[in-house]
């Protein structure tokens, strides 16, 4: 296992790149520890499968460094880093039986078999499947096949880091969920670094300890999910994770007072600001519906089992609320109220912390789930 | 509801005439004269099985029948590994990929006899760029007279013409194999020949499987291509059954025992195929275990 290292990592898929346009991955430093847990999230395209590629070394990035525990591996073939990836569909040798497919990587590597069969019947009671070591891989479910290939990677004990590029793509909705919790313990109790690629939410905020949020070829910001949800660093984070999505709205912003749709309101905190566009993010179960605030019109209400949401319309924008399963919606105008602590100041899309400091993360938040 | 009328016949009707024409009525003459002796006249007697057992007597059918499977022993073991060999290095894509592919599909466009006219002429030594070579380097090379010189130029030919379409069959089976594949099999320090044979191979069997059904069904029928070059010469050495059947039902004009000839070459075609399909769908099934 090793701390992974990105020094001024960048990287484009033209020959000549004019403008920051031209890279799928834009310029970032970033340090993996070791023995972490983390989740690559983003959108499809916004450059996380390339940061995969570059890590295992099936791509070699323009410009920068990759390091692992200081060593440069940058042009290191993929064979030689020692790491191991699961992919979007699941890789298994046909022909061969379970027992085979784990062993394969240790005999390609020329060990001796009483070591070999050791090893794969360790790694066989890892991922649960002693039982069908002997079985040809070719009839088993893609589940079974997903976590083959996760132990064609653990059955290397010096292995650097696990990568999984979007491991339950091709996972039934039932079998995902058990999937990536024995992901999570296997990570517990083994302690590999693992990076996960992924553009679903859930998946990202459960298995990792952190998550690093990517957009348009850039990290915009890496935290734990707590963070992620309290303190979106940037609009697009907010309006990502979460669902519904962080409200965004256009405001004015003096001190620490503010105004939307031509409403005057108190931050409580005051905001050092540059000029720029100034936007104001609420997460819609920060948003209390009531007699003060804001107004706004009701638009419509969905019910999702264990709460509504209601959307809104306010002064033109779309607002979506959080209201608790039992609570009386009103049909028409109302006013709306943020709560204490639940509002994010962006500006140029990029949040602003309050003058006078952060106050602490509450740990006890809802779950962005 | 349930409707009363025969008028599904006629949607089926058109298939049974066809297949009626194409099919079972010559079969069935061919049937026909395999039981009949004639003289000439229009005239024809029962003969009963006389002439399969004649045919089955005969010497002559026996050479030509292992003469053939040689044939088409020989092609395929020559066909396929080389085929799937062209595949693996042809380019998987860009500009060249297209290129290659055009240009290996051009024997597979030349109509039979022009192939075989094309050898003839290839392999001449006063003219032809392959027998003038040999010539010069002082190889008694003449595929008119010698019984190795007319096999290798048959061989060389069919492989020439042929070994295309097996390449072009693996060349998509490798082209269906995702790149996690090859990602997978570095990281794990997969060695080249580990790859073709744990990957590769793999998955382009069933493509494989086809291609021989194809290679083997035709080579053993061929006829066009020794028949333009050799003549089935020199002697009998390269009378592959389907020329030795024309000689004896058109030269000769020995309509019974070669309508019993022929159905007994087509029994045999069959049977090899079918032998061939059932022990590949096989291996398929024991692998989904």
Redesign the interface.
């Known amino acids: 296992m090793a701390k992974i290292t990105l020094q001024s990592l960048a990287h484009t898929y033209l020959d000549e790149p004019q403008s920051p346009e031209d890279f799928a991955l834009q310029e970032l430093n970033h340090d993996w520890n070791d023995g972490e847990a983390y989740a690559l999230l983003g959108p499809s395209g916004c450059g996380k499968s390339t940061l995969l590629n570059i890590i295992?070394g099936?791509l070699i990035p323009s410009h920068g460094r990759v390091l692992f525990d200081g060593k440069d591996v940058t042009d290191l073939?993929?064979?030689d880093r020692n790491?191991?990836?699961v992919?979007?569909?699941p890789?298994v040798?046909?022909?061969?039986t379970v027992r085979e497919n784990l062993a394969?990587?240790l005999r390609?590597?020329g060990l001796p078999a009483s070591e070999v069969q050791d090893r794969v019947s360790r790694v066989g009671d890892m991922i649960g499947m002693t039982d069908v070591l002997d079985?040809?891989a070719?009839?088993l479910t893609a589940d079974a096949k997903q976590k083959i290939?996760l132990g064609?990677?653990m059955v290397r004990d010096d292995v650097n880091a696990l990568l999984f590029d979007e491991p339950l793509t091709v996972i039934d909705p039932h079998m995902k969920w058990e999937l990536r919790t024995q992901l999570k313990k296997l990570h517990r109790d083994f302690g590999h670094t693992m990076i996960y690629v992924t553009h679903d939410q859930t998946e990202a905020l459960t298995f990792a300890d952190k998550v690093v949020v990517m957009y348009d070829g850039r990290v915009v910001q890496m935290g734990t999910p707590v963070e992620l949800f309290e303190r979106p660093a940037h609009t697009f984070v907010g309006y990502f994770i979460g669902s519904p999505g962080m409200n965004v709205f256009d405001a004015r912003i003096d001190g620490s007072k503010a105004q939307i749709a031509g409403t005057r309101f108190d931050l409580k905190t005051g905001y050092k600001l540059n000029g720029g566009s100034t936007k104001i993010g609420v997460r819609p179960e920060n948003i209390r519906l009531g007699d003060h605030g804001l107004p706004a019109r009701v638009k419509r209400v969905e019910d999702v089992g264990r709460h509504k949401i209601v959307r809104l319309d306010l002064g033109g924008q779309e607002v979506a609320a959080v209201a608790g399963e039992g609570a009386q919606i009103p049909s028409g105008g109302t006013h709306v109220q943020f709560v204490e602590g639940g509002v994010n100041v962006y500006e140029n899309d990029w949040r602003v912390p309050p003058a006078d400091g952060e106050p602490p993360l509450e740990q006890n938040t809802k779950d962005a789930a | 509801m349930k409707t009363d009328n025969q008028r599904a016949w006629f949607l089926v009707l058109p298939v049974l005439v066809l297949v009626a024409f194409s099919a079972v009525i010559p079969l069935m003459t061919v049937v026909n004269y395999s039981v009949q002796d004639t003289f000439g006249n229009n005239q024809f007697f029962w003969a009963g099985l006389e002439w399969f057992k004649t045919q089955l007597e005969s010497e002559r059918m026996w050479d030509a029948l292992w003469r053939q499977l040689a044939f088409s022993g020989i092609i395929l073991a020559i066909e396929v590994p080389l085929g799937v060999f062209v595949a693996l290095n042809m380019p998987k894509k860009g500009v060249w990929a297209s290129v290659v592919l055009v240009l290996m599909s051009l024997p597979l466009l030349i109509p039979w006899n022009v192939v075989g006219t094309i050898w003839q002429i290839f392999g001449r030594s006063d003219i032809g760029l392959l027998g003038y070579t040999l010539d010069s380097l002082g190889i008694d090379y003449n595929y008119t007279q010698g019984f190795y010189a007319a096999w290798v130029t048959v061989i060389a030919m069919d492989v020439w013409h042929w070994t295309s379409l097996v390449a072009l069959l693996a060349y998509a089976g490798l082209q269906s194999i995702?790149d996690?594949?090859y990602?997978?099999a570095?990281?794990?320090?997969?060695?080249r020949w580990?790859v073709f044979r744990?990957?590769e191979l793999?998955?382009m069997r069933g493509v494989l499987t086809i291609a021989i059904l194809l290679r083997f069904m035709d080579s053993f029928k061929i006829y066009t291509e020794p028949f333009v070059l050799t003549g089935g010469g020199p002697g009998n050495s390269t009378t592959f059954l389907s020329i030795d059947l024309v000689k004896m039902a058109l030269g000769q004009f020995d309509l019974g025992p070669a309508a019993a000839f022929s159905l007994m070459y087509f029994l045999v075609i069959m049977v090899i195929s079918y032998v061939f399909y059932i022990v590949m769908t096989n291996l398929d099934k024991e692998?989904?275990?």
């Open positions: 295992s099936l073939p993929t064979a790491i191991a990836q992919f979007q569909f890789v040798y046909d022909t061969m394969f990587p390609n590597r079985r040809r070719a009839g290939s064609r990677g | 995702p996690a594949y990602q997978a570095r990281i794990d320090q997969a060695s580990a744990y990957i793999p998955k692998d989904g275990k």
